[in-house]
T-cell receptor
Framework: EPEVTQTPSHQVTQMGQEVILRCVPI?????FYWYRQILGQKVEFLVS????????KSEIFDDQFSVERPDGSNFTLKIRSTKLEDSAMYFC?????????????FGPGTRLTVT | TQLLEQSPQFLSIQEGENLTVYCNSS?????LQWYRQEPGEGPVLLVT?????EVKKLKRLTFQFGDARKDSSLHITAAQPGDTGLYLC???????????FGTGTSLTVIP
């Protein structure tokens, strides 16, 4: 069964460093998303991406964040200068259609630890 | 502001008991999804409800979307230890591309 994959599973970085989190969405999906989940808290939407551009972003997704689909398979989230409060699980998801009617499938997540 | 409120937040029951988890909002959603999440893993989709009043069954799980599309419920019959996990509702509004998650219900089924 097709699934969303994410690498690395765990990333440790020092405050101020840049990190890139990678995702391979399900191959025939058209919409891509990033979410984060701080330990013990709810899943929070960061950004949605369609047709090589950002569809929508939340207030969390500030200038320190960027997303890219560098080729036909990968979808990346970059944090330019990490802060301690960026420590969280980051989930990538993809869906076939606009989420008004269709389901999102999540990857296993990348645990980001900023020290 | 929390768009989707789930109740209860925590639930601990004995194996074989029935339970219902609620997901409520003052907003109208185009669809609602239910996910289950294990510790350290991503949410796994259980079901999508799209039509107001819709009821979907998945083995011992019954999902209902409110007539006004503002709320949903998940009912589990004869709970088993394997049902233990964090249950999340999530949904999209008719406007925008943002997807909102509920506060979650942590279920523990005791053998």
């Amino acid at each position: 069964e097709p699934e969303v994959t994410q690498t690395p599973s765990h990333q440790v970085t020092q405050m101020g460093q840049e990190v890139i989190l990678r995702c391979v969405p399900i191959s025939n999906h058209l919409y891509f998303y990033w979410y984060r989940q701080i330990l013990g808290q709810k899943v929070e939407f960061l950004v949605s991406f369609y047709n090589n551009e950002i569809s929508e972003k939340s207030e969390i997704f500030d200038d320190q964040f960027s997303v890219e689909r560098p080729d036909g398979s990968n979808f990346t989230l970059k944090i330019r200068s990490t802060k301690l409060e960026d420590s969280a699980m980051y989930f990538c998801a993809s869906s076939e259609e606009y989420p008004g009617a269709y389901e999102q499938y999540f990857g296993p997540g990348t645990r980001l630890t900023v020290t | 502001t929390q768009l989707l409120e789930q109740s209860p937040q925590f639930l601990s029951i004995q194996e074989g008991e029935n339970l219902t988890v609620y997901c409520n909002s003052s907003s109208v959603f185009s669809s609602l999804q239910w996910y289950r999440q294990e510790p350290g893993e991503g949410p796994v989709l259980l079901v999508t409800v799209v039509t107001g009043g819709e009821v979907k069954k998945l083995k011992r799980l019954t999902f209902q979307f409110g007539d006004a599309r503002k709320d949903s419920s998940l009912h589990i019959t004869a709970a088993q230890p394997g049902d233990t996990g964090l249950y999340l509702c999530a949904g999209a509004l008719f406007t925008g591309n943002q997807f909102y998650f509920g506060t979650g219900t942590s279920l523990t089924v005791i053998p």
